[in-house]
């Protein structure tokens, strides 16, 4: 299977809220969110529960965990690409329902000009 190529979700004015989120973390927490992060390049659509798991109106969420707490990566299938739209850290178990409404608004305007609102630095 093809490797899926993931890229990072940018707002208009160039910032990237993955990252800005991302570098907050601890060490620790950043090695599990590239971890999860690196298979979901390797696997794509493959990538299943307890790593990943479909939200609602295609939404996927990335799932770690380090010390009681969830980190939840939010992203979505574009073609061939999976693009970070969100990010997130929960004590319940699932996502707060404002967080995918954010994520759907962003993969909306991702859809509308993916070229506008793609990270240059992604990951891959």
Same mark, same amino acid.
């Given at each position: 299977?093809?490797? +899926? @190529?993931?890229? &990072? /979700?940018?707002?208009?004015? !160039?910032?990237?809220?993955?990252?800005?989120?991302?570098?907050? &973390?601890?060490?620790?927490?950043?090695? @599990?969110? &590239?971890?999860?992060?690196?298979?979901?390049? #390797? %696997? *794509? =659509?493959?990538?299943?529960?307890?790593?990943?798991? %479909?939200?609602?109106? !295609?939404? /996927?969420? &990335?799932?770690?965990? %380090?010390? !009681? $707490? =969830? /980190?939840?990566? %939010? /992203?979505? $299938?574009?073609? +061939?690409?999976?693009?970070?739209?969100?990010?997130?850290?929960?004590?319940?178990?699932?996502?707060?329902?404002?967080?995918?409404?954010?994520?759907? #608004?962003? @993969? @909306?305007?991702?859809?509308?000009?993916?070229?506008? =609102?793609? =990270? #240059?630095? *992604? +990951? #891959?």
């Amino acid at each position: 299977m093809p490797k +899926t @190529k993931v890229i &990072l /979700y940018c707002e208009e004015d !160039g910032s990237c809220p993955y990252l800005e989120w991302f570098e907050q &973390l601890s060490v620790k927490a950043q090695d @599990k969110c &590239l971890v999860r992060v690196k298979r979901l390049g #390797e %696997l *794509g =659509h493959e990538l299943r529960r307890p790593e990943a798991d %479909l939200l609602r109106d !295609g939404i /996927y969420e &990335l799932r770690a965990s %380090l010390q !009681g $707490f =969830h /980190y939840r990566v %939010l /992203y979505f $299938f574009h073609g +061939t690409v999976a693009a970070i739209v969100s990010h997130g850290i929960v004590k319940e178990s699932a996502v707060p329902p404002k967080e995918i409404d954010r994520a759907i #608004e962003r @993969k @909306k305007r991702f859809e509308a000009n993916p070229a506008k =609102h793609r =990270h #240059e630095d *992604g +990951t #891959e």
